[in-house]
Each structure stands twice: as C-alpha cells, then as structure tokens.
C-alpha cells in the first residue's frame, strides 16, 4: 500500500502563485507515474500533470506553461508550481501514485485551491 498527504493548497487571488505537494509513504520503492489532477464542483476529474520515477512530463495543454510537475524521489515527494492562476483553476488537487506493475493507482485526499478574481 502506498499513502499519499498533499499540502500547500489554500485561497490566493488571481495572478497569484502556490505549490502544491504531495508526500508518499509505505511501498513507495515499486511507484512509476506521480501525477497531479483536479476536480471542480460538478466536473470529471482531470490530468493536471504526471512525471515518471525518470522525469518525463506530460502535462494538460491548456496548462502548459502555468504549471510545472517536479520529484524528489529522495524524498519520494511530487511538487506542483502553480504560477499566474486564474479562477478557472478553482478546484481540489489529488495527488496520485502508479504502480505500472500491478496497474494500481492510489489517490491522496485532495487539496483545496481557490482563486478568487
């Protein structure tokens, strides 16, 4: 099992910046894929961004050049840089881990971001 604690979340106005992260404990030495997605009040749950134990990004592309998925796999910990936030980025941000071998994923709790305008 593998458990996941996000912070950094919070409320910051329009323009503004935060960095999310997400800590993983328990089995993390068979983690591939961290990632980051969010889920607005009455939306699907959506891919923010996912780096490989290895680095390889793969990002949303209307979020590409906002925000930036980083890893301390050290630390075994994922970061979020939000930079020049809109409203629109209002949401809850799941931290996510992947096991390619098994074809697990496990979630972390979710971090409130508001922006206000």
């Known amino acids: 099992q593998v458990q996941l604690a996000e912070s950094g979340g919070g409320l910051v106005q329009a323009g503004g910046s935060l960095r999310l992260s997400c800590v993983a404990s328990?089995?993390?030495?068979?983690?591939?894929?961290m990632g980051w997605y969010r889920q607005a009040p009455g939306q699907q749950r959506e891919l923010v961004a996912v780096i490989s134990r290895g680095g390889t990004t793969n990002y949303a592309d209307v979020l590409k050049g906002r925000f930036t998925i980083s890893r301390d796999n050290a630390k075994n910990t994922v970061y979020l840089q939000m930079n020049s936030l809109k409203p629109e980025d209002t949401a809850v941000y799941y931290c996510?881990?992947?096991?390619?071998?098994?074809?697990?994923?496990?979630w972390g709790q979710g971090t409130q971001v508001t922006v206000s305008s």
């Open positions: 996510n881990a992947r096991i390619a071998l098994f074809d697990v994923n496990f």
């Open positions: 328990g089995r993390t030495s068979g983690i591939d894929d």
